[in-house]
């Protein structure tokens, strides 16, 4: 980390992500999270616990995307507000490492003047570099659910840009529904020049 600068870490998982939830793949108690000298924790969830059966209740993983962005602006703002105000480099990570995450990075794209489709090729990436770790999780799970879960694992491009449109389309695109989200203008602005 100190190699790449790196002066914060923000955690996206939700609390019982992180504390364990009776869950054998969360089981780290609060007391036990090592840390790197000279290197911020922090923890915002991007999802809460409250929300995951709403979450669930989405027909497909798009519209979970767009629920996570019309119900959780404040965990939005945060990450971001956190983003901006970091000293050094940041590193976002949720527990696969692919919507969460992926939100975060289109958005951060988005805000660096990328253009949509070559932040669709990144997203679409993922499935390429998590592929041997798709099929580790389906096979865990009943073979009558792996069709679904393979589905849902899946990043096609057209769902990042079916975000990005979205996010243009009701918002006025990232900052604006950044600043809608309470994250103060002053650090848009900050997170802006910092992605030059």
């Given at each position: 980390?100190?190699?790449?600068?790196?002066?914060?870490?923000?955690?996206?998982?939700?609390?019982?992500?992180?504390?364990?939830?009776?869950?054998?793949?969360?089981?780290?108690?609060?007391?036990?999270?090592?840390?790197?000298?000279?290197?911020?924790?922090?923890?915002?969830?991007?999802?809460?616990?409250?929300?995951?059966?709403?979450?669930?209740?989405?027909?497909?993983?798009?519209?979970?995307?767009?629920?996570?962005?019309?119900?959780?602006?404040?965990?939005?703002?945060?990450?971001?507000?956190?983003?901006?105000?970091?000293?050094?480099?940041?590193?976002?990570?949720?527990?696969?490492?692919?919507?969460?995450?992926?939100?975060?990075?289109?958005?951060?794209?988005a805000m660096a003047k990328v253009s949509a489709e070559?932040?669709?090729?990144?997203?679409?990436?993922?499935?390429?570099?998590?592929?041997?770790?798709?099929?580790?999780?389906?096979?865990?799970?009943?073979?009558?659910?792996?069709?679904?879960?393979?589905?849902?694992?899946?990043?096609?491009?057209?769902?990042?840009?079916?975000?990005?449109?979205?996010?243009?389309?009701?918002?006025?695109?990232?900052?604006?529904?950044?600043?809608?989200?309470?994250?103060?203008?002053?650090?848009?602005?900050?997170?802006?020049?910092?992605?030059?």
């Amino acid at each position: 980390m100190r190699a790449y600068a790196v002066s914060t870490v923000i955690d996206l998982r939700s609390d019982s992500e992180l504390y364990g939830s009776g869950d054998p793949r969360f089981p780290r108690p609060k007391e036990d999270r090592a840390r790197q000298s000279g290197v911020a924790y922090v923890h915002h969830a991007l999802i809460d616990d409250s929300g995951l059966k709403r979450l669930g209740e989405a027909s497909n993983m798009f519209e979970r995307y767009l629920l996570m962005l019309s119900t959780r602006q404040m965990a939005f703002r945060d990450v971001f507000t956190s983003i901006a105000e970091a000293e050094g480099g940041v590193v976002f990570h949720c527990f696969a490492g692919k919507d969460r995450t992926g939100l975060i990075a289109a958005m951060l794209l988005a805000m660096a003047k990328v253009s949509a489709e070559t932040i669709a090729s990144d997203f679409g990436e993922t499935d390429v570099q998590l592929a041997k770790q798709y099929e580790k999780w389906i096979s865990e799970v009943p073979a009558d659910l792996r069709n679904e879960m393979r589905e849902e694992l899946r990043c096609p491009p057209e769902r990042i840009l079916g975000v990005l449109n979205h996010l243009q389309t009701k918002w006025g695109g990232v900052e604006a529904y950044l600043e809608a989200s309470g994250v103060a203008p002053a650090n848009i602005d900050r997170l802006t020049a910092r992605l030059e």
